[in-house]
């Protein structure tokens, strides 16, 4: 049934925004990457944008909120809660199950928990929580899952080396989230190049300023996105609208993405990088965030 409700929703976007913008809303919204050429795979590497077709805690945050705000208006706070956390488990399951998408239903999930029971919800204890689990579950992911590894470093610079970089960057604007956009973004980078040059042996130097040029209009993507989705399969002229909108967004994000990728600067290929060296730069980067904790 949910895999039903799946198709349903991709074929609703294929009928109403052209390829490869329906692609890119499949990828954005729950995580499809089936529609990747392998050209455009490398533009999404060689620019440090992969990421955004990848399923993540925002994704999965926007589908529990959305849930709760709908029973909430009708329901016990407690109850809009458990059919948060209800959602959370049949979208993580509906978009495949993969290891990020567990990853980041564990973590929403446990902030679900604490608002139930009115506890602090401390996000870095929660991912810690996750890992331990998703590892005692299954020892092979810290081993053979890149895309698991990947979240989670990413994650960890975010929650943890966000805040660090905030405050250096005094001489920003917090104005429309400025400050915040570039400090998340700066910080994510940073914690995760060492890994990537070790994996994948490619090192971006756009992948700054194609994300800043996107991640700003991420949130209204997926908002017409979902709309669009939801309502094109009855009706594309009640989709119409909302689907010109996503279409605009979504040329607009693969055309900086075109545009960084055909750079003859946009990535570096580093042949190898010794283990020993991504551990003492890991090691480096934790003594100084904790230092500073």
Do not use: C
């Amino acid at each position: 049934f949910l895999f039903s409700i799946k198709h349903y929703f991709l074929n609703s976007l294929g009928q109403n925004i052209p390829s490869p913008e329906s692609g890119l809303m499949n990828g954005i919204l729950i995580g499809d990457k089936s529609w990747l050429t392998k050209d455009l795979r490398n533009e999404f590497i060689n620019t440090g944008t992969i990421h955004i077709i990848a399923l993540s805690g925002y994704n999965v945050t926007i589908v529990a909120e959305g849930v709760m705000k709908f029973f909430g208006a009708f329901l016990a706070k407690t109850l809009s809660i458990v059919s948060g956390g209800i959602a959370i488990i049949l979208f993580v399951i509906m978009t495949g199950g993969s290891s990020t998408g567990i990853r980041a239903g564990v973590m929403a999930v446990l902030a679900l928990i604490a608002r139930a029971t009115g506890r602090t919800y401390d996000i870095g204890r929660a991912l810690i929580l996750a890992l331990l689990a998703m590892v005692t579950i299954s020892p092979k992911l810290l081993a053979f899952d890149v895309s698991f590894q990947l979240s989670f470093i990413a994650t960890f610079g975010l929650i943890f080396l966000t805040p660090i970089v905030f405050e250096k960057l005094k001489w920003l604007t917090v104005k429309f989230g400025i400050r915040e956009l570039v400090s998340s973004t700066l910080a994510t980078n940073i914690f995760v190049y060492p890994f990537i040059v070790w994996k994948m042996g490619n090192l971006s130097l756009v992948s700054l300023p194609a994300n800043l040029l996107i991640l700003p209009f991420m949130p209204l993507t997926m908002f017409f996105g979902f709309i669009t989705g939801a309502i094109g399969g009855g009706s594309s002229i009640l989709a119409m609208p909302f689907a010109y909108i996503s279409y605009g967004l979504l040329h607009y994000m693969l055309g900086i993405i075109h545009f960084f990728a055909s750079l003859p600067f946009a990535s570096v290929a580093i042949k190898s990088l010794p283990v020993l060296i991504v551990i003492i730069i890991y090691s480096l980067l934790l003594r100084y965030i904790f230092k500073r904790v």
